[in-house]
């Protein structure tokens, strides 16, 4: 319960915290690199270990797609842009709302020694907050929609968590490896505050 509480506040932050570092770049910097070098220690030293002692060697191949499948859906949605846009945007949001249910997941699973998730969800909490808040720049409002929204849903996944990690233990394990790929897309995607 208390990594759930960090995880909506570090949300319900996230806009004052990307309205300061607005005004101090050298900040912004220094935070992006340390988030970065948390993540992929988090990856490399946690998340993918515990995965391949579970699921076998598919959780590289599982990784890696995690980590390119973000640029690829990116790259495909710029060269429609325009016909593509308001769909793009729904489906982003409908993608970033299950993301947040699964956040909701990986919160509720037992806490343990070899159990990284939920300090994985809480790392890329504020950095997922504050991109949220750059995408919808021009409509503040809706940004607080979204993060409100963000929110709902990672609270419905922690609720339906325990009961879905007793049932479908196994599936965490490569739900796990897919989002230690996307955290590694994290680290390598820079996100400037000041571009909208």
Same mark, same amino acid.
């Given at each position: 319960?208390?990594?759930?509480t960090?995880?909506?506040?570090l949300?319900? @932050?996230?806009?004052?915290?990307?309205?300061?570092?607005?005004?101090?770049?050298?900040?912004?910097?220094?935070?992006?690199?340390?988030?970065?070098?948390?993540?992929?220690?988090?990856? @490399?030293?946690?998340?993918?270990? &515990?995965?391949?002692?579970?699921?076998?060697?598919?959780?590289?191949?599982?990784?890696?797609?995690?980590?390119?499948?973000?640029?690829?859906?990116?790259?495909?949605?710029?060269?429609?842009?325009?016909?593509?846009?308001?769909?793009?945007?729904?489906?982003?949001?409908?993608?970033?709302?299950?993301?947040?249910?699964?956040?909701?997941?990986a919160?509720?699973?037992?806490?343990?020694?070899?159990?990284s998730?939920?300090?994985?969800?809480?790392?890329?909490?504020?950095?997922?907050?504050?991109?949220?808040?750059?995408?919808?720049?021009?409509?503040?409002?809706?940004?607080?929609?979204?993060?409100?929204?963000?929110?709902?849903?990672?609270?419905?996944?922690?609720?339906?968590?325990?009961?879905?990690?007793? &049932?479908?233990?196994?599936?965490?394990?490569?739900?796990?490896?897919?989002?230690?790929?996307?955290?590694?897309?994290?680290?390598?995607d820079?996100?400037?505050?000041?571009?909208?």
């Open positions: 319960m208390i990594a759930l960090i995880s909506i506040v949300l319900l @932050v996230a806009p004052f915290v990307y309205r300061a570092l607005l005004e101090m770049k050298k900040f912004w910097g220094a935070m992006q690199k340390l988030v970065n070098i948390l993540i992929s220690a988090l990856v @490399v030293l946690h998340l993918l270990p &515990e995965s391949i002692a579970q699921i076998g060697w598919p959780a590289l191949g599982l990784a890696f797609f995690g980590l390119f499948l973000p640029g690829l859906l990116e790259r495909a949605w710029k060269r429609g842009a325009e016909t593509v846009h308001l769909t793009s945007v729904g489906v982003g949001l409908i993608g970033l709302l299950l993301h947040g249910a699964m956040d909701g997941v919160l509720a699973t037992p806490a343990s020694m070899g159990n998730l939920p300090l994985a969800v809480i790392l890329h909490r504020l950095p997922d907050g504050m991109l949220i808040c750059a995408f919808f720049a021009d409509r503040r409002y809706l940004s607080y929609l979204v993060l409100a929204l963000l929110g709902i849903s990672t609270l419905g996944g922690f609720m339906a968590g325990g009961r879905f990690f007793q &049932e479908h233990a196994g599936v965490l394990a490569y739900f796990q490896a897919l989002v230690a790929g996307s955290f590694l897309h994290i680290t390598f820079y996100h400037d505050p000041s571009v909208h």
